[in-house]
């Protein structure tokens, strides 16, 4: 036992863990003071913790004060009064609800995300429909399918690292593996059998290229992206690069070439008012429309992504994640605009000069561009979570447009023709049919 003595003013209590030897760091001016000292005996019980570990030190009898027997000659010096329950009274535990098929395909859907994956189909199938390459109905279906199967299981995977995390946020506590639907050994299953029958798919139906670019999206997403996330705002770049990838899944899946050679150079294709000839189809397949399809999708997950984490900003600091949104709102803000402005001489410029599109597309996209430049530009001046939601619900509008607008001036499909040709052979087969008839 040491004894110390430690000051104790009139306006409060100073309860300090102090020994003899650390006295000396007062203040002499407050030791100097005339104030009443009180003697505070220390004693460390060894059997103190016990209480805590052992059920059996605390058994109740019902002739003991308050329903609690005392233990003995080991008795705490300020013992509360603990009233004990029957075990009749405890609440029951709640069952864990049968997985039946209907309920595991909605766990399935959780945790791959399906909103999500959706979004990352669309982009994918866009390069598909955007390639110059012909392509068939097999192929289409097979990158669909096996970019949504290569998605699900990067987003099962996120879930089963981050089960700690999201049970810290209101707007992630409802997953399956946190609210333990499912057990961490089947979401890791699910996540192993998609991550393998996505790349094998493509593999089988399409080209390695196209399975190596899922495979990397998976490692990508489910790897770094997941890892940064609480340790660098890089993060938030290495998404948008993850982003970016399966638009050109879809070009590589028609046999387009994602890197110049010198078979297949880079080719540009200028406006009609600089060029004397009419463009040349056949070239069209080369490096800088596939770049011009992941530069589109990269800026786009700026604005997308960092008004949403501006929203939810306060669920990620209560994980720990390391966001933009977080640690400077003001940056956040700068860095989606700064995005949506490059994404005016994206569409304006470097998208029709690939030949991806008609020059007539700089002037349609110039229109919901400029609607997204107001938007980025309201949330960077005030930081406001009006002007976020205001930029996130824009987002969401503008991809499918601008990519609807992208095939409705693809270079080389003249849709005015095309409907022409239709109603010319509808008229075609009617009077064959009426020969047909008044030969009979």
Excluded at 395 to 410: D, F, T
């Amino acid at each position: 036992m040491n004894s110390i003595l430690v000051p104790t003013p009139c306006s409060r209590s100073i309860v300090s863990k102090l020994t003899t030897t650390s006295l000396s760091r007062f203040p002499r001016s407050v030791i100097s003071q005339s104030r009443p000292w009180r003697t505070y005996t220390t004693a460390i019980r060894s059997d103190f913790a016990s209480y805590f570990f052992h059920n059996d030190k605390w058994e109740g009898s019902s002739g003991s004060r308050g329903g609690v027997e005392r233990s003995g000659p080991r008795q705490l010096a300020h013992a509360s009064t603990i009233v004990t329950e029957s075990a009749e009274s405890l609440p029951n535990f709640r069952e864990t609800a049968i997985l039946t098929p209907k309920r595991l395909l909605s766990i399935y859907s959780q945790l791959a995300k399906t909103r999500l994956t959706i979004l990352v189909v669309l982009t994918a199938t866009s390069g598909v429909a955007l390639s110059p390459l012909p392509t068939t109905l097999p192929i289409l279906l097979s990158t669909a399918l096996g970019t949504a199967l290569c998605s699900a299981s990067a987003n099962a995977l996120n879930q089963i690292q981050e089960v700690p995390y999201d049970a810290q946020m209101a707007r992630t506590r409802q997953r399956p593996l946190v609210r333990r639907a499912i057990s961490p050994l089947h979401a890791t299953g699910f996540a192993l059998a998609t991550g393998i029958a996505g790349p094998a798919l493509l593999l089988t139906m399409t080209n390695p290229l196209t399975a190596a670019i899922g495979v990397a999206n998976i490692g990508l997403y489910a790897g770094l992206y997941t890892y940064l996330k609480r340790k660098s705002v890089l993060n938030t770049w290495v998404g948008a690069v993850v982003g970016g990838l399966p638009p050109l899944m879809g070009w590589a899946a028609c046999g387009g070439k994602l890197l110049p050679t010198s078979d297949y150079p880079v080719n540009c294709f200028l406006p009609p008012f600089l060029s004397e000839t009419s463009p040349d189809v056949s070239l069209i397949d080369n490096s800088l429309g596939a770049f011009s399809l992941f530069m589109l999708l990269y800026s786009w997950q700026f604005p997308h992504f960092n008004s949403l984490s501006h929203l939810v900003r306060a669920s990620y600091a209560q994980a720990g994640y390391k966001m933009l949104s977080i640690l400077s709102p003001k940056k956040n803000a700068l860095v989606s605009l700064r995005h949506t402005l490059l994404l005016v001489p994206i569409c304006s410029i470097l998208v029709p000069l690939s030949g991806l599109t008609t020059w007539a597309f700089a002037l349609t996209s110039f229109a919901p561009n400029l609607l997204w430049v107001r938007s980025a530009t309201a949330f960077w001046r005030t930081c406001g979570e009006e002007q976020a939601r205001a930029l996130f619900h824009t987002s969401l509008w503008y991809l499918p447009l601008i990519l609807a607008l992208m095939m409705v001036h693809k270079q080389g499909v003249d849709w005015a023709d095309w409907s022409n040709r239709e109603v010319v052979e509808e008229t075609s087969d009617g009077r064959q049919g009426e020969n047909r008839s008044l030969k009979a």
